[in-house]
């Protein structure tokens, strides 16, 4: 795959504040050599985001998932996100390595890690709107049936539209992208239950559930776990997530245990006339699923 710096005539655009997060096979990338930088003007970055640190490039560290085979070895620090450490880009970029997994558009890689692990040049270059569009529209029903809208920080109307911007070679903007139809994993618990508390842990949201809980689906969860059942939202403690904010509503709520913990992978309002929400039960029920046991890891 082919990716390059596309160069038409003129735009500004604003740069986005710090992260959401979710919960869901990292796309095939290419070499650095692959990567072509055609032009770009110096005078563009007058209308983003002023640093509160002089940008460096330093190297992609292997430890970062989303962005340590991307196709080039180094990249700035702050990036485009306002993130001024490693530690904190490694914390926010995590929780977006699971949509990768899912395949649901052949550019959301290049896509986050322009924004995640810029390419290191003299100026940052942002994504082109066209291609944050087609992953908002490849990925968007993805993120819904987790319980999780579009992010305002990655709005795609902030991006570049006529200037220099990240981009895919036009050859692979026109692949149909089919969206996988998503199924809940036999391992996957479902409750129907209201949401006591939500407490900070570290880099993580603890869920704790109200003592009601009605059991549509035990998946791994043993009768005996279902009483004292805490879920955690892993990097997810500081992501936008209205559902979690709002603990009066009964929810479906979904997860899955990975090691010791269970993990949030799911919630939805408990509304029998929401679309999303039938489609949600739709699968709870259907006990299929593809194999990506691993994806939440």
Known sequence: MRRLLCFTPRCLWSSMPALFALTLALLSCCRATEYEYLSWQSDLYTGGRIYGKQPQCVDIP???RLCHNVGY???????LLEHETMAEVRQQAGSWVPLVHKNCHPGTQVFLCSLFAPVCLDRPIYPCRWLCEAVRDGCTPIMEAFGFPWPEMLTCEKFPQDDVCIAMSPANATETTKTQDIKIPPSVSAIKTKIKEVKRENSDRKVILQKKKKALKLGSLKKKDLKKLVLYLKNGADCPCQQ?????????????KVDKQYLLTGIHKWDKSSKEFKKAMKKVKSHKCPAFETVFK
């Open 62 to 64: 292997d430890d970062l």
């Open 73 to 79: 070895q180094q990249m700035l620090l702050p990036n």
């Open 244 to 256: 979690l904010d709002n603990l009066g509503n009964m929810y479906l709520i979904m997860g899955r």
